[in-house]
């Protein structure tokens, strides 16, 4: 492949970048040399399970790789138990070292689905700030002042507003900076809310004499299923990673035909080339819509378990939803007699509140064996029977 390739491969899909002479020098470099490039992606394990919004950059981490980039993943062990401010209106909640080590392994298990290991070298940064002591935290501090960091956006609405801001805060974007003076990346990649800590890494990286200033690539931030609103657990328009693969084949299936397009782009191990030709297909009547679609639940699927599980989800979608079947290991559960169907759905976990429950009756989304219902106040009586609520969610309850 050509340096034109690779930069194409690269900026594909990114919000911005600083510094995009730099990062085709390095990549021409490669091509004549041979010699590598460092590229750093730096991970809170803040939480146990990351979702495909988080894979976005894990993904153009993937893309550096294959035209000579040695990803420097690293697992910020130490700075995770002060908590990244960024975006936050309240100081964040210290997490013991216990928690954050269980939360890393989760992350490398997961970031290995896309990264490739031996490409990949894997650095927690409590292996140089544990060891900086006081008197190098001291000198690190007096590399930015206080005025400056009140110039970023969630810093200075909260001190104008009288909200309170740790001094551990402050110091967060100087660690993150540090981790790239203490790597020398060439690069370092984040989403669109981490440019200040990014742009960091440049400063200090010049302040330490490392004698590079790292480039910055930032990723947008994923759209969820919803195609609206960034893709969030707490939103519940996610799709786990960890999700079966069942769930993630028809999840992907279930996002419009043009949110397809930005998955594509942002989530896909495609060429170019090949999406281009994908979407002409789209666009002249020749590949439908649907088609596109199952390939690109097929590919997302297979990432994260393998390809005969994307075989195995989409013959059972295709067998629960075109032949109206229902699926064949769908959990049961065992209820008194006379309970109330709002209840009895909560109680089988395809229902999060009874409220939704009476909403979904209303708008003729819930089913008892694929019969349509429409009496909220329905009670139960003795027998076995499969509930439905949508087209992916099903339960079969024992009464009585």
Same mark, same amino acid.
């Given at each position: 492949?050509? =340096?034109?390739?690779?930069?194409?491969?690269?900026?594909? *899909?990114?919000?911005?970048?600083?510094?995009?002479?730099?990062?085709?020098?390095?990549?021409?470099?490669?091509?004549?040399?041979?010699?590598?490039?460092?590229?750093?992606?730096?991970?809170?394990?803040?939480?146990?399970?990351?979702?495909?919004?988080?894979?976005?950059?894990?993904?153009?981490?993937? =893309?550096?790789? /294959?035209?000579?980039?040695?990803?420097?993943?690293?697992?910020?062990?130490?700075?995770?138990?002060?908590?990244?401010?960024?975006?936050?209106?309240?100081?964040?909640?210290?997490?013991?070292?216990?928690?954050?080590?269980?939360?890393? @392994?989760?992350?490398?298990?997961?970031?290995?689905?896309?990264?490739?290991?031996?490409?990949?070298?894997?650095?927690?940064?409590?292996?140089?700030?544990?060891?900086? *002591? !006081?008197?190098?935290?001291?000198?690190?501090?007096?590399?930015?002042?206080? +005025?400056?960091?009140?110039?970023?956006?969630?810093?200075?609405?909260?001190?104008?507003?009288?909200?309170?801001?740790?001094?551990?805060?402050?110091?967060?974007?100087?660690?993150?900076?540090?981790?790239?003076?203490?790597?020398?990346?060439?690069?370092? %990649? *984040?989403?669109?809310?981490?440019?200040?800590?990014?742009?960091?890494?440049?400063? %200090?990286?010049?302040?330490?004499?490392?004698?590079?200033?790292?480039?910055?690539?930032?990723?947008?931030?994923?759209?969820?299923?919803?195609? =609206?609103?960034?893709?969030?657990?707490?939103?519940?328009?996610?799709?786990?990673?960890?999700?079966?693969?069942?769930?993630?084949?028809?999840?992907?299936?279930?996002?419009?035909?043009?949110?397809?397009?930005?998955?594509?782009?942002?989530?896909? +191990?495609?060429?170019?080339?090949?999406? !281009?030709?994908?979407?002409?297909?789209?666009?002249?009547?020749?590949?439908?819509?649907?088609?596109?679609?199952?390939?690109?639940?097929?590919?997302?699927? !297979?990432?994260?378990?393998?390809?005969?599980?994307?075989?195995?989800?989409?013959?059972?979608?295709?067998?629960?939803?075109?032949?109206?079947?229902?699926?064949?290991?769908?959990?049961?559960?065992?209820?008194?007699?006379?309970?109330?169907?709002?209840?009895?759905?909560?109680?089988? &976990?395809?229902?999060?509140?009874?409220?939704?429950?009476?909403?979904?009756? @209303?708008?003729?989304?819930?089913?008892?064996?694929? @019969?349509?219902?429409?009496?909220?106040?329905?009670?139960?009586?003795?027998?076995?029977?499969?509930?439905?609520? &949508?087209?992916?969610?099903?339960?079969? =309850? /024992?009464? &009585?």
């Amino acid at each position: 492949m050509s =340096v034109a390739v690779a930069m194409a491969e690269i900026e594909r *899909g990114i919000a911005e970048i600083i510094d995009l002479a730099y990062i085709e020098k390095i990549i021409t470099r490669y091509y004549k040399t041979g010699e590598p490039y460092y590229v750093k992606l730096g991970l809170d394990p803040t939480a146990p399970d990351l979702h495909l919004g988080h894979t976005v950059i894990l993904q153009k981490l993937s =893309v550096f790789q /294959k035209f000579g980039g040695i990803v420097q993943l690293l697992i910020g062990d130490f700075t995770a138990m002060i908590g990244d401010p960024t975006g936050k209106n309240e100081t964040r909640k210290v997490l013991d070292r216990e928690t954050v080590k269980t939360n890393a @392994k989760t992350y490398q298990e997961q970031a290995f689905k896309i990264l490739d290991p031996k490409k990949t070298e894997l650095v927690f940064n409590s292996s140089w700030l544990d060891a900086l *002591g !006081a008197d190098g935290m001291v000198q690190l501090t007096t590399q930015f002042n206080v +005025a400056r960091m009140l110039e970023r956006d969630d810093f200075s609405k909260r001190f104008k507003s009288g909200q309170s801001i740790s001094i551990s805060e402050f110091i967060y974007p100087l660690l993150q900076g540090y981790d790239s003076v203490a790597l020398k990346s060439d690069i370092e %990649l *984040g989403g669109t809310d981490q440019k200040f800590n990014l742009l960091m890494g440049r400063h %200090l990286q010049r302040n330490y004499n490392v004698g590079k200033e790292q480039a910055v690539l930032m990723m947008p931030i994923l759209e969820g299923l919803d195609g =609206v609103q960034k893709m969030s657990k707490s939103l519940g328009n996610y799709i786990g990673i960890t999700d079966a693969p069942n769930d993630i084949f028809a999840k992907v299936l279930s996002i419009s035909d043009d949110l397809m397009w930005r998955y594509y782009e942002l989530l896909s +191990a495609r060429s170019l080339e090949e999406i !281009a030709a994908l979407k002409a297909g789209v666009a002249d009547g020749t590949v439908h819509p649907k088609a596109a679609k199952e390939q690109l639940a097929l590919e997302i699927t !297979a990432r994260f378990h393998d390809e005969a599980a994307a075989i195995a989800a989409k013959t059972a979608f295709d067998n629960q939803f075109k032949a109206n079947l229902i699926p064949e290991d769908i959990p049961e559960f065992e209820m008194e007699t006379g309970i109330w169907i709002c209840k009895a759905l909560v109680d089988a &976990g395809i229902e999060p509140s009874s409220s939704q429950a009476r909403r979904d009756i @209303k708008q003729n989304a819930v089913s008892i064996d694929q @019969k349509k219902i429409s009496d909220e106040k329905l009670n139960l009586s003795r027998g076995i029977y499969v509930l439905q609520v &949508g087209k992916r969610k099903f339960a079969k =309850v /024992k009464v &009585g």
